[in-house]
């Protein structure tokens, strides 16, 4: 028994600490630039408040109205340009960031929010300096990871004036086991309950405090659109409609129950161009 529990322990403090750091030799980079989309960009860079060196591109926009684009968990800014391409389309300014221990930026170790509101600080920061745009009418979008986080920084700031958030886990603890189980490939039980216990105490985060269906309601009266696939094996599936029932109006969710994670723009590009795109005009540029 003392056998089995010492191992245990050591194989969930290792899966632990595997999902939550992201050392810069192994991760994924992007391959490809706004170039490939023959969108011309800049290179831009952001310090943090804890003194970390971001990454990201930033493509003009002709309306004046721009929109961030947040990336997942262990992905990368290259991720983003279908849909930067898309939105710059429609005239929209688009700010392709990163967030520490991810594509080129600083950082190893990933909190799920707990210290990347810093990061999106920096950058709406970043944008509210530039003269070439509207501080008034700026938009996000957020990815899986992003999507939560997109939720989190909006509930914080003000200047967020639009959000969508794609495949978003509505909390640390609703997703843990679909999540534990699709990264790692145990079982949620008993590993899930001793992988959290480990990733807490490494991360300096609290699991309870992870939790987007607390953060939605703040958002209110600015408008949040959901999506959410019913065939999601990396997120509960359930997360887009227990966000949607706790946000404030105006609120939208779009389901769909035979599209898996973040297969929204891959799967039905015109319908996503369609109510996206939309979602964007109405709220950011009032049409």
């Known amino acids: 028994m003392v056998v089995a529990l010492v191992a245990l322990a050591l194989i969930t403090q290792s899966q632990a600490h595997e999902l939550i750091t992201n050392p810069r030799g192994t991760r994924q980079q992007a391959t490809q630039t706004p170039a490939t989309h023959q969108l011309a960009f800049e290179d831009v860079t952001v310090t943090t408040r804890d003194g970390l060196r971001l990454v990201g591109w930033y493509v003009r926009g002709q309306n004046g109205a721009t929109v961030m684009l947040q990336h997942g968990y262990k992905d990368h800014r290259g991720l983003l340009l279908n849909l930067a391409a898309l939105l710059s389309r429609h005239g929209y300014g688009v700010l392709m960031q990163t967030v520490r221990a991810h594509d ?82 145990l079982p949620p039980f008993p590993f899930a309950p001793m992988i959290l216990f480990w990733a807490e105490r490494e991360g300096g985060f609290r699991a309870s405090a992870i939790d987007a269906s607390r953060w939605i309601p703040r958002i209110s009266p600015r408008p949040i659109l959901l999506l959410q696939g019913g065939a999601d094996v990396v997120i509960s599936p359930d997360s887009g409609r227990r966000l949607f029932d706790a946000a404030g109006d105006p609120k939208e969710l779009w389901f769909d129950p035979a599209l898996g994670h973040v297969e929204f723009l891959a799967k039905q590009p015109e319908e996503f161009e369609r109510r996206v795109g939309a979602f964007f005009d109405r709220y950011l540029l009032g049409k």
Not at 129 to 150: K, T, V
Request: with cysteine.
């Open 104 to 185: 080129r930026s600083d950082g190893e170790t990933i909190t799920f929010g707990h210290l990347e509101m810093q990061d999106l600080t920096a950058w709406m920061d970043y944008l509210r300096s530039r003269y070439d745009l509207d501080p008034d009418r700026i938009g996000i979008f957020g990815a899986s990871m992003g999507g939560s986080l997109a939720i989190q920084f909006a509930a914080q700031s003000p200047h967020i004036k639009a959000i969508v958030a794609d495949c978003a886990y509505s909390s640390l603890r609703d997703t843990m086991n679909t999540s534990v189980e699709f990264f790692t490939g």
